[in-house]
């Protein structure tokens, strides 16, 4: 792990020079600006029964859908084109410290973009001078949700990335698996052939695995270890395969 | 052992891809401080070869050391000891060329105290001081290439690999590179592969031929003209009565005889090319017969093979069958093991 910190921040480095990294951070907060925007309108024309930020955690689907794969596709797919992964591995480095070393980095600037969504709620406070309308309890848990949340994301994006040269073949990749993990899982759970007795274990594994019934725990303040587990296993099972697909690219290559 | 171990010996290596033999059975060694070159046409297994000795890629079979360590088992000990720039020099295209260098210095453990100082040095060398505040991705090709070169040699690594160093280069750049290359004659082993034969020839202590996965020759330039060729040539312009020329040719060298006759010209004077299936330096023999015999002689010059002409044909010789290994000057002189001869 010596050499972690190295490419942490050069990889941070490189993520603060690229015009890249600040076009989507302005796209990323005039979407959620808007989105903001909108539930607001929804509390000037009649009351509501939840926080503005429990709303606001309610599509964070949305955001992820596009914003993980566009941060993630880039980090294993275009140093494989370009064959600096060549010139990386070479040097006294191993793969494991490349892989963290992206997926940290990775996962810092999702975290910084959705903390600065926290100035939308400071705006809220100041113009409104109402305690009501932000409600620290939704505001923590939904963010926590978003940081917790976000390590299983980034992983899934790297994994994504490790597997092809291509980062439009990547990007959609990770589209497609954080579909499926997020939505297809919801569908899964409501599918009524699951409900047979052999399939039971199946349809619990399922349950478990409900992303927005997580959102709802935590944006309620449940912070549950269960939930926490199933994170932070996911993120070191598909860090690991990240590792692996780069690896197993290299005996082929 | 009371010698040190040899910087690369590389034996029995086999590659393949998905049934394909990118590389079977290459064995050589290399001794500290040598540079080395690959030859061989495309597709011979030389960048293979040279991602297997820098632990990139796994062979299939066989056994590699660099300073007595193996690859497939310290691959991480062994990257400490390799400067490795591989083919076509991919380079990040964002950044500076001093941050490239700092941040290579920093994942190859250069401690941060002389990091600095020793940048400075590398660029210096490399003649890259006015373009270090450039992006890489704003360079020019010779530029690129030396900041890759600088790169590879900026740890001061023991064994240093180089795929096409020279590749894209003008010949002033080359001269520069080929310069830099023989500078760390005696301090680094060097490995280079290109397609540049003259290149070859003046920076490399030794030649190693591969063509299909196999190494077809090797030794020193000299060494594989005589071994690969086996004949010498001469130039000759003379006038006088060619028809007894044959005679006296057989008779100073069994073997000599003319393979080309040009038509006379306005002086009188033929020019001639002769062939002797030896290596004797037979000029100064041949040209007092000739004057013995009275012949006018306008000029003598042996005809010096390139090493072009010694890469053809040792590449052809092995398309058409596998030839037997032509023992190097390495092998020839006793080595570590005793040698298999009688007596």
């Known amino acids: 792990m010596k050499h972690y910190f190295t490419l942490l921040s050069h990889e941070i480095r490189m993520l603060l020079v690229s015009p890249s990294t600040y076009i989507a951070a302005t796209a990323f907060l005039a979407f959620m600006g808007f989105m903001f925007t909108g539930i ?5 024309k009649q009351a509501q029964e939840v926080s503005p930020a429990h709303q606001f955690f309610l599509f964070f689907w949305l955001p992820v859908f596009f914003m993980v794969p566009l941060l993630t596709m880039k980090c294993l797919a275009e140093e494989r084109r ?63 949700f978003i940081a917790v949340s976000g390590l299983l994301f980034i992983a899934i994006g790297v994994f994504a990335s490790s597997l092809s040269r291509n980062q439009a073949v990547a990007g959609i990749l990770g589209f497609t698996m954080l579909f499926a993990l997020i939505i297809g899982n919801g569908f899964l759970a409501d599918a009524s052939w699951l409900d047979r007795e052999a399939l039971r274990p199946f349809k619990a594994a399922v349950t478990t695995m409900q992303i927005t019934s997580h959102r709802d725990d935590f944006v309620r303040g449940v912070v549950d270890t269960r939930h926490l587990l199933f994170y932070l296993s996911g993120t070191v099972l598909a860090l690991i395969f990240s590792i692996l697909g780069v690896e197993a690219k290299l005996l082929h290559s | ?104 210095g920093r994942l190859k453990e250069v401690p ?79 490995i280079i592969s290109s397609h540049i034969l003259p290149e070859i020839e003046m920076t490399c202590d030794r030649v190693l031929i591969i063509n299909q996965g196999r190494v077809v020759a090797q030794g020193t330039p000299a060494d594989l003209r005589r071994e690969i060729l086996g004949h010498s040539s001469y130039k000759l312009e003379v006038r006088g009565d060619l028809t007894a020329l044959p005679g006296i040719l057989t008779a100073l060298q069994p073997t000599l005889r003319v393979t080309h006759q040009d038509e006379p010209d306005a002086a009188g004077f033929v020019a001639l090319t002769l062939r002797a299936d030896c290596d004797d330096e037979l000029g100064e023999a041949l040209l ?38 032509v023992p190097t000057a390495a092998e020839r002189k006793p080595t570590i093991e005793p040698p298999a001869s009688p007596g």
Not at chain 2, 114 to 135: A, N, Q, T, W, Y
Not at chain 2, 162 to 181: A, F, Y
């Open chain 2, 112 to 190: 941060r105290r002389k990091l600095g100082p020793r940048i400075d040095e590398v660029l210096e060398i490399c003649d890259l001081k006015r373009v270090r505040h450039k992006i890489i991705g704003q360079l020019s090709k010779g530029f690129r290439q030396r900041v890759g070169i600088a790169e590879a040699i900026l740890a001061e690594p023991p064994v240093i690999i180089m795929d096409e160093p020279t590749i894209g280069l003008d010949p002033h750049q080359i001269l520069i590179v080929r310069d830099l290359i023989a500078g760390l004659r005696g301090r680094m082993t060097v």
């Open chain 2, 288 to 325: 007092r017969a000739l004057l013995a015999r009275d012949y006018r002689v306008r000029a003598l010059g042996r005809v010096h093979p390139t090493l072009e002409d010694v890469f053809l044909a040792a590449t052809r010789r092995s398309w058409d069958s596998i030839a037997p290994r």
């Open chain 1, 40 to 44: 607001l309108e929804n509390y000037s």
């Open chain 2, 1 to 104: 052992m009371s010698e040190p171990p040899s910087a690369i010996e590389v034996s029995r290596l086999f590659k393949t891809y998905g049934g394909v033999a990118a590389v079977s059975d290459i064995s050589f060694n290399v001794a500290r401080g040598e540079i080395i070159g690959f030859l061989g046409p495309n597709g011979a297994g030389k960048s293979t070869t040279m991602r297997i000795l820098t632990g990139y890629v796994p062979a299939t079979s066989g056994s590699v050391k660099i300073c007595g360590v193996p690859v497939a088992t310290h691959a991480d000990e062994i990257k400490r000891f390799i400067g490795y720039m591989p083919e076509n020099n991919p380079l990040p295209e964002d950044m500076r060329v001093s941050e490239y260098m700092y941040f290579r």
């Open chain 1, 82 to 144: 370009l064959g600096t992964l060549e010139t990386l591995l070479t040097t006294p480095v191993t793969t494991t410290e490349v892989v963290l070393g992206k997926y940290s980095a990775a996962y810092l600037l999702y975290l910084a973009l959705w903390l600065s969504t926290g100035g939308f709620f400071y705006v809220l406070k100041h113009f409104s001078g109402d305690m009501r309308f932000v409600d620290p309890g939704p505001l923590v848990g939904g963010y926590v």
